[in-house]
């Protein structure tokens, strides 16, 4: 394979530049959930008593006020609201919320705003509810329709009830994501194959499935249950990515899969290495200026984040990215792109020049693991089955 010749612009060791800040989004984190799933490792927290709902959404929104000065006057494009299982909380509670997050940034009126939601935490009128509060995505845990897979899973929902929510959800929303597992325990590819015929029976505008992994501080890093062995998992893989291009999804993501036209554009921000303030408990956040790009997180227990909201206190940690970590960053990020990225994207999201990594480019083409041109860079389907270790090769050395 001939070497791939990148565009040269000048490299220097001083400090990223940057001609315009990226797209802006805004993530908002409800920590609570009815039970702790064995393999999460997401910041949530089970609900022991009645939900704090009007104190955490007066703190949300101090915390969006104290996060004004970092995005002044920027347009945001798109809210996610995550968990925990946030539709735990009323659709008077978005409502307070998204009309208070109107009233103090610049939300482009076509912006998509979404809600995760679980079954057995939904009933009809909460769904019209959320669609009147402004809501106009839905991303519904379902995981799997098998009922002993469920149960391996610590859910606390019921296949009937999983079919239930997705019926409803469809009554009043037509931007609909189901989020999926596989190589669950003791799964068999049959098992697999008839939970993604199941949803695409629903004909839902989006899919996301992901591989079960044993995350550590979970109950089932600490006890694994016996999983598929890897060869199984990577046929299930295979099963699901070709049963989803039959039903005219579109590949666009490692984990996602989307009807033309349907992609989260909320992710796709993130995977593009775009901007995002997050707000609540736990919430990240990725915020660029003329100076660099910044990281900040805030506390993650519900009550300390609310014990420090009370005082006005609200981003617990707030660094500025080194440079020489930009690469691997923003490679992590877009590399889970199947059509990859336009190769200015890479200057204009981490002020870096091209060049600065050109060799470690046709490094990984030559192995089979990149696509690049001189405007283009996608991983290949070798590279996208080995996508940890073509990421390696951008950490900085």
């Not at 925990?84 to 939300?107: K, N, Q, W, Y």
């Amino acid at each position: 394979m001939g070497k791939t010749v990148i565009p040269i612009v000048a490299q220097t060791d001083a400090a990223p530049g940057f001609s315009a800040p990226p797209p802006l989004s805004l993530y908002v984190h409800i920590p609570w959930c009815v039970k702790k799933c064995p393999y999460c490792d997401f910041n949530s927290h089970e609900r022991r008593d009645e939900l704090p709902q009007a104190e955490y959404v007066n703190a949300l929104i101090a915390d969006l006020e104290s996060g004004l000065p970092w995005i002044w006057g920027r347009q945001v494009s798109s809210i996610f609201i995550g968990g925990g299982t946030p539709s735990l909380f009323a659709p008077e509670s978005f409502d307070t919320l998204l009309a208070a997050i109107r009233a103090r940034v610049a939300l482009l009126p076509d912006a998509e705003i979404t809600l995760e939601a679980n079954p057995g935490t939904i009933e009809a009128g909460k769904f019209e509810g959320f669609r009147d509060a402004g809501i106009n995505r839905i991303s519904i845990g379902i995981q799997s329709f098998d009922v002993q897979k469920l149960r391996s899973l610590g859910r606390i929902h019921s296949a009937d009830e999983a079919r239930r929510a997705i019926e409803m959800a469809q009554r009043h929303f037509d931007n609909i994501n189901l989020d999926l597992m596989y190589a669950l325990p003791q799964q068999t590819l049959s098992q697999a194959q008839t939970d993604i015929d199941t949803a695409i029976g629903f004909g839902t505008t989006h899919l996301s499935a992901y591989h079960l992994t044993l995350e550590p501080n979970t109950p089932f890093h600490h006890s694994p249950p016996p999983l598929p062995t890897d060869d199984l998992s990577a046929d299930m893989q295979e099963m699901i990515e070709s049963s989803l291009a039959s039903a005219g999804f579109m590949h666009y993501e490692t984990s996602a899969f989307a009807r033309p036209g349907r992609q989260c554009r909320h992710n796709l921000n993130y995977w593009n290495f775009g901007d995002y303030l997050g707000i609540g408990a736990g919430a990240h956040g990725k915020l660029t200026s003329h100076a660099g790009v910044v990281r900040e997180t805030r506390r993650k227990h519900p009550r300390e984040y609310l014990q420090a909201a009370s005082r006005g206190e609200f981003a617990l940690e707030r660094a500025e990215v080194d440079p020489q970590e930009l690469p691997f960053e923003f490679m992590m990020n877009a590399l889970r792109l199947c059509d990859g990225f336009a190769t200015r994207l890479y200057p204009e999201r981490t002020g870096l020049a091209l060049s600065g990594i050109q060799d470690r480019l046709i490094t990984a083409q030559r192995d089979g693991l990149l696509q690049v041109s001189s405007d283009h860079i996608a991983p290949t389907a070798h590279g996208q089955r080995f996508l940890n270790a073509l990421l390696r090769r951008f950490l900085s050395e």
